[in-house]
């Protein structure tokens, strides 16, 4: 049976959701703090994130819910992206972003769920619920608040690759990654500079 997906849009919302990001295997960690709307989707907070972190969604994610006693690779709930339907075979207790609110899974403070984006690189976040908050009609949603050093560069290799990338800035020596990594400075960031797209754009356009 085709699966179809609801398209994200807008909804009212009194209420915002403060988050911290991190990325996980990272030492100092890079990580985020964004506040979203409360009526957002996972669909709508994948969205965020990419642009909050600096990827540039150009490959799978999913969101998963685990527990202490549960490891890595097994998990209570997979909350996956539309667009990976035609790419594996589901299995097990699957749900798609576009239809899960995150109310579902973050109802209280310190409640947490994982990120991974490109299943290649295998980038790990944490995303932790730090607190809930009354919507300021003064601000504009979603934004980042705060935040520290630069995404990695996107398909650099997953962490050693990172590493690596920080690496050949301070020896010079590898001069084609030098090239490859450009102007790229793992110590920039700054919040003011997010852009956040529309999630509704950002869908149809992966969707075409």
Wanted: hydrophobic share 30%.
């Amino acid at each position: 049976m085709e699966l179809t997906f609801t398209i994200p849009q807008k909804h009212p919302f009194t209420k915002v959701y403060q988050l911290k990001v991190t990325l996980l295997e990272t030492k100092p960690p890079v990580w985020r703090r964004i506040l979203v709307p409360e009526s957002y989707t996972f669909y709508d907070l994948h969205v965020a994130i990419q642009d909050a972190m600096g990827w540039t969604d150009s490959h799978l994610h999913c969101f998963e819910k685990r527990n202490s006693k549960i490891r890595y690779g097994d998990y209570e709930v997979r909350i996956d992206c539309p667009y990976a339907v035609d790419e594996y075979e589901q299995e097990g207790n699957v749900v798609y972003g576009t239809e899960i609110p995150l109310t579902d899974y973050f109802k209280k403070p310190n409640g947490k769920l994982f990120y991974t984006y490109d299943f290649g690189d295998n980038w790990r976040h944490e995303v932790v619920l730090e607190e809930i908050l009354h919507k300021d009609t003064r601000r504009k949603y979603p934004m980042c608040i705060d935040g520290q050093l630069a995404c990695p560069p996107e398909d650099c290799g997953s962490i050693p690759g990172y590493y690596q990338c920080i690496q050949t800035l301070k020896d010079k020596r590898d001069k084609d990654l030098l090239v490859w990594i450009g102007d790229w400075n793992p110590e920039y960031f700054d919040p003011k500079g997010i852009v956040f797209q529309n999630p509704r754009k950002r869908f149809l356009e992966t969707m075409e």
